[in-house]
């Protein structure tokens, strides 16, 4: 190692930057680019792709962390790793985003007809790509630039294009009319998990829709009760049973029905009056319940959220306007029963926040029971069931963590209904369908004036649920339809697919996670990925979701501009567990932005210390002195702890021993010692070495800061692709595993915290220099050696006087520390000395009747291992041996 001096502070600010251009112009995100031996293993990751709507937020900022560090971790482990950098066109949002900043220019997207409308809605995805891209940057994030993707892109329509041919083809994809989830804001129709569901308090309305009708009803909906064909009511119901099969004539509010009484085994007898108004137009059960029964569907709302025509004085109001009048006229009729407040589930559009209406429409859909050959005689939903449960296509199952969500997903599955992908909005993957007519053909008929291209274009969750395999392809001719099956013919696709996790957020496990497998199952035969790794949401202090209206978001650039990048990473990990949401403030990142600049410190205290070619000289290990082997042990501890960590997805334990071992076992302890410890030579050699293995096991976590001092070693290689430490360099230098029963480091440190313990709680002075007795018993040879360290070790010991035994002093504060006695002499009060004492006594003894608990249970000595039960036999009979010495000092005061 040759070391250049670093400068007094770390400024981020004049670093960052520039360490990501080197790092850009080594060609090294690039796994092509990568000095790895033929054979070497791929590792790969697809960027879940943020929206083009606007900035990244912290929750992409935290989701960039995890990948990163990964593939850091993973490259410097000597994978070729890829990391697929992209954006998602996020059909409806952009578009909406669009069409507010053309309102507020009075104009829309109607008036400005479609080509240059998408030319807007493109140039706004372009800025917007350009800002997250930035962003992503920023992060730190070690993408492959060169192969990066945006789900809209030409390879990626062709790809979307062939998948819906195929499915078309083998009768998975099917036209047809049935109630959907329509949203009169957006225009356009939402899958069944697009809808949010807010509790509002809502009226519940009981009434007859004639005063001679036999049954009751109750709805929170009235308005659609225009349109109703029938009463549904329980065939155990003894109060309805004479009724089932008839029919009956009337009139409800100016508006001809005709109500048939069918028996349906899924009404609740005891829910509201046990008989529900059946509205096949506007409920996806009351369509289910007419087709069971063929009942008259009778739409009364259109695709504006209004009366239609042919509903008298109703006509051309809205939903709620209609409700109202509906109430108005029961009341007026002496047709109402009950009314009253409860709360109510409404369904919302998940982007725009309007309630939505269920209403028939003409629309494309897949078929997510039929089975079929390409699945070997399955169907896409049991295809994807076993996908988590048991594996296909000869791959070992999916493993989701944290593991509690794979019942949530076998729960969605299960219930998954027919998809609907068909989306009347404009900026999109255009169906490639065309009519002419009754004809129907799915060739490209661009040029051909008798056909019309179908208006809609697919849902993106369509698109996106193609990312892991689409993305490695790199052209249009990798792409291939061959004997009825998608091929991408790529070396990409070979090398890295499926990739080997995805990680995202668990709030989009069934948006995307779920189709993601849907669309790579049928399409390739394969599953997307191996493992899903899900973290939870980003929330302020007070574990709120972030938003403009409560003025409390933190914006990733302000707090990397103010902290840096690696602080603010460092608060998006640690802390955080698998499938949880994690709190985040600008304190916490302050804290964070001070452990970066102790880490700096540190390297600036080891490379000024060390000569040129520390670290490639030999240790002799005779010279090793207890506090070397003692440091020696924990940095191969942490090596195999971290590595663990990371190989199990702990990112955050692996950043707290991390944190922990940096500012505690090395800073606070190790380079105090070597600040007095004789043996420089050897010092020099392991706080080289040390330093260089925690900036590799730090840098996937922080590597700018990692990267900067690792420049300043004068090293040939960057970190960003050098060796993942290993056990075998320290081996070389211990021959033997560092035992603690040989080794009295530890127990010199618990000596020292005792000594310092004892001043803090009886305040002396720092200046106040104390003589010092230490009965060590059969150790005090050993504790001898350590005399420097005990004396200098900010203990103010001045004399200091280390037997194996002898006569207890009068005047002395007292301690015992792992079976050694301490005495610091000094005039004492002898009354706050038997306090102090007492108190600790009656710890000692609580802390013995745990221990004696824990070994009389004949469960745990059974099943805990030989190890551990030993272990504790061990820290009882220590925890006697404190007692009785304790007793006896108390009996002397």
């Not at 697809?46 to 990948?67: E, I």
């Amino acid at each position: 190692m040759t070391a250049k001096e670093l400068p007094k502070i770390y400024d981020p600010k004049k670093v960052e930057d520039k360490i990501y251009k080197i790092w850009e112009e080594s060609g090294f995100f690039n796994p092509d680019n990568l000095d790895l031996p033929e054979n070497s293993p791929s590792y790969s990751i697809v960027l879940p792709p943020p929206n083009v709507t606007g900035t990244l937020h912290m929750g992409h900022a935290a989701m960039m962390v995890y990948q990163d560090i990964l593939i850091r971790y993973k490259r410097m482990s000597g994978f070729r790793t890829l990391w697929i950098p992209g954006t998602d066109h996020a059909a409806i949002a952009t578009q909406t985003k669009v069409e507010k900043i053309l309102k507020e220019k009075g104009a829309s997207r109607h008036s400005l007809g479609r080509e240059k409308f998408l030319a807007e809605v493109n140039k706004f995805a372009q800025d917007s790509h350009d800002t997250i891209k930035n962003q992503t940057k920023k992060m730190g994030s070690s993408c492959d630039w060169s192969r990066e993707a945006f789900t809209l892109d030409e390879i990626r329509n062709k790809a979307v294009n062939s998948v819906f041919k195929l499915m078309h083809e083998d009768e998975l994809i099917y036209r047809g009319e049935r109630v959907i989830n329509w949203c009169p804001r957006c225009h356009s129709t939402l899958a069944d998990d697009e809808v949010e569901h807010k509790n509002r308090e809502t009226q519940l309305f009981t009434f007859r829709y004639w005063k001679d009708f036999p049954i009751p009803i109750s709805t929170t909906r009235p308005e659609t009760k225009l349109g109703d064909t029938a009463v549904a009511v329980n065939p155990k119901d003894e109060r309805y049973k004479e009724f089932i099969g008839q029919e009956f004539l009337g009139n409800f509010c100016g508006i001809d029905l005709k109500i048939k009484i069918i028996a349906d085994r899924n009404v609740e007898m005891d829910f509201g009056t046990g008989a529900l108004g059946v509205t096949p137009a506007h409920s996806m059960i009351d369509w289910k319940m007419a087709k069971d029964n063929d009942l008259n569907i009778i739409k009364v709302i259109d695709e504006d959220g209004k009366i239609k025509e042919g509903f008298g004085e109703f006509a051309g109001l809205t939903a709620f306007e209609a409700r109202k009048l509906v109430v108005e006229k029961i009341k007026q009729n002496s047709l109402l029963e009950k009314e009253e407040n409860i709360q109510n589930a409404i369904s919302v559009c998940y982007r725009c926040g309007t309630s939505i209406e269920p209403l028939p429409s003409l629309q494309w859909f897949i078929d997510v029971n039929k089975k079929t050959e390409k699945l070997n005689n399955k169907s896409i939903k049991e295809t994807c069931l076993e996908a988590v449960e048991k594996g296909v296509f000869d791959r070992e199952k999916i493993n989701i963590i944290p593991q509690r969500f794979e019942k949530n997903y076998f729960q969605w599955m299960n219930n998954l209904e027919d998809w609907c992908i068909s989306r009347q909005i404009w900026y999109g993957h255009r169906i490639p369908v065309w009519y002419k007519g009754e004809e129907i053909s799915l060739e490209d008929k661009s040029n051909d004036a008798s056909w019309e291209r179908d208006s809609d274009t697919l849902d993106t969750w369509f698109s996106s649920g193609m990312w892991t395999f689409s993305t490695l392809a790199q052209s249009l001719d990798e792409i291939k339809i061959e004997n009825g099956k998608l091929v991408i013919d790529s070396n990409d696709f070979k090398s890295f697919h499926p990739t080997s996790v995805l990680e995202t957020g668990y709030d989009i496990l069934f948006f995307w996670v779920a189709r993601m497998i849907i669309m790579t199952t049928y399409a390739i035969n394969d599953i997307p990925f191996q493992d899903v790794y899900l973290h939870g949401l980003v929330l302020d202090e007070n574990g709120k979701k972030m938003s403009k209206s409560l003025g409390n978001v933190l914006d990733p650039l302000d707090m990397i501009e103010k902290f840096g990048t690696d602080a603010v990473r460092l608060s998006l990990f640690i802390g955080s567990t698998p499938g949880n949401d994690t709190r985040i403030n600008e304190e916490k990142i302050e804290n964070y932005r001070n452990f970066v600049n102790k880490l700096w410190n540190i390297s600036r205290f080891v490379t000024s210390k060390i000569g040129d070619g520390a670290t490639e000289a030999k240790i002799e290990e005779k010279n090793l002195t207890f506090a070397d082997k003692w440091i020696i042990d924990k940095i191969k501890n942490l090596i195999t702890e971290v590595t663990l960590d990371l190989e199990k997805y702990n990112f955050s334990l692996a950043g707290e021993k991390l944190q922990e071992f940096t500012k505690n076992d090395f800073a606070d302890w190790y380079l105090e010692v070597a600040k007095f410890e004789t043996n420089t030579a050897e010092k020099n050699i392991i706080l080289g070495k040390i330093l260089e293995d925690i900036l590799k096991l730090w840098h996937p976590f922080i590597p700018f800061i990692t990267e900067e001092i690792w420049s300043n070693l004068s090293k040939e290689k960057l970190l960003l692709i050098e060796n993942w430490p290993a056990l075998e360099n320290w081996n070389e230098i211990t021959a033997k595993d560092y035992d603690s029963k040989d080794n009295v480091f530890e127990k010199t440190q618990t000596i020292i915290t005792a000594i310092r313990n004892l001043r803090a709680e009886n305040k002396i002075e720092p200046t106040k220099k104390l003589k010092t007795i230490i009965y060590a018993g059969d150790d005090f040879e050993k504790i001898k050696n350590e005399e420097i360290l005990i004396k200098n070790l900010r203990t103010g010991v001045s004399e200091l006087i280390i037997e194996k035994s002898g006569e207890k002093p009068a005047e002395a504060l007292y301690a015992i520390a792992s079976g050694v006695e301490i005495y610091l002499i000094n005039e004492i009060d002898k009354d706050a000395e038997r306090k102090r004492i007492s108190a600790e006594l009656e710890n000692l003894k609580k802390y013995t009747a745990n221990l004696n608990q824990r070994l009389s249970n004949k469960e745990f000595t059974k099943k805990a291992p030989a190890q551990i039960v030993a272990q504790e036999k061990e820290r009882l009979a220590k925890a006697q041996s404190d007692i009785l010495e304790m007793e006896k000092y108390l009996e002397k005061l």
